[in-house]
Nanobody, 123 residues
Framework: VQLQASGGGSVQAGGSLRLSCAASGRTFTSYTMGWLRQAPGKEREFVAAISWNYGTVAYIDSVKGRFTISRDSAKNTVYLQMNSLRPEDTAVYFC?????????????????WGKGTLVTVSS
């Protein structure tokens, strides 16, 4: 199983990036998928998740209104559109999947996660 994140880069504050995650090795149609991030010197934290049937999304409070998660189950792909980026969003972003709900991932549950992609936001 692989979860390959891409789309990271360096932007100035206020800019936008779109992360993509291509999942392979199994079908994730029944999995909640989402994004975690880890800033330098900090613990990994939940960012966003979307349920397998698109019915539920969840975000960490600090990104609400700025980030949007979406998925294309037919392509086993999940996206994170990040707008109005702030320096505090600087982190390595990881794609993750869990056989559970968005609440499961928000509380730290993950079954799979991949190598991350670095997002750097300068002021």
């Amino acid at each position: 199983v692989q979860l390959q994140a891409s789309g990271g880069g360096s932007v100035q504050a206020g800019g936008s990036l779109r992360l993509s995650c291509a999942a392979s090795g199994r079908t994730f149609t029944s999995y909640t998928m989402g994004w975690l991030r880890q800033a330098p010197g900090k613990e990994r934290e939940f960012v966003a998740a979307i349920s397998w049937n698109y019915g539920t999304v969840a975000y960490i409070d600090s990104v609400k209104g700025r980030f949007t998660i979406s998925r294309d189950s037919a392509k086993n792909t999940v996206y994170l559109q990040m707008n109005s980026l702030r320096p505090e969003d600087t982190a390595v972003y990881f794609c993750a999947a869990v056989l559970g709900t968005t609440a499961t991932m928000k509380s730290g549950g993950t079954d799979y996660w991949g190598k991350g992609t670095l997002v750097t936001v300068s002021s």
